[in-house]
């Protein structure tokens, strides 16, 4: 693991909330070992971890990933996206599950009407928040974080310069730390 890797997971422990700067295509690279690290075993019933894209693509591609990394770790893993059979994921859902994929509207919107239990959720994870905000999901995501119990947040960046996304980070988060993975 790396460095940067440790420094995420230790802001993690210590603060709610981290907030990481890396490009898209490296995500599944820092993604899977802060999920591995929070969620060590599994454990029947409600999620553990939701983790909220940009697009049906970007979903598929982490949920196909995280399949792979956590069948050695006995971790369930069930997609939720705008493009598939509501009826089939809500049950998939309700069956039990330990990490949650999906797009942040499909989430938000099976989360709202259905309700899944969530009193064990360890983290939320926002990835591309940036080109969510551009896509008009920034309500979705308010909504989700603000609704869930207390737990550790990342939210995944390209831009740390960009203002509109550091006055939302003032509103949305608490107590965040910034911790830049293109290095």
């Known amino acids: 693991m790396s460095a940067l890797i440790?420094?995420?997971i230790k802001q993690l422990k210590s603060r709610s909330s981290v907030v990481a700067?890396?490009?898209p295509d490296e995500y599944l690279d820092h993604l899977w070992p802060i999920i591995d690290d929070i969620i060590p075993?599994?454990?029947e019933g409600s999620p553990r971890a939701i983790i909220v894209c940009a697009n049906n693509e970007d979903a598929r591609h982490i949920?196909?990933?995280f399949q792979k990394a956590a069948k050695a770790k006995d971790l369930t893993v069930d997609l939720v996206v705008e493009k598939g059979n509501k009826l089939k994921q809500r049950n998939d859902l309700f069956d039990g599950t330990e990490i949650i994929v999906g797009t942040t509207r499909r989430v938000c919107e099976m989360y709202f009407q259905n309700g899944f239990n969530i009193k064990?959720?360890?983290l939320f994870v926002v990835l591309c928040m940036d080109d969510q905000m551009r896509a008009g999901q920034k309500g979705f995501?308010?909504?989700?974080a603000?609704?869930?119990p207390k737990c550790k947040q990342v939210l995944f960046a390209r831009n740390s310069d960009d203002e509109r996304m550091s006055s939302y980070m003032e509103e949305f988060l608490v107590n965040y730390s910034t911790v830049d993975l293109s290095e």
């Open 41 to 43: 075993n599994p454990e």
């Open 141 to 144: 995501v308010a909504r989700l």
């Open 6 to 8: 440790d420094q995420v």
């Open 120 to 122: 064990k959720l360890k």
């Open 63 to 65: 949920e196909e990933y």
């Open 21 to 23: 700067h890396a490009e």
């Open 146 to 148: 603000e609704s869930l």
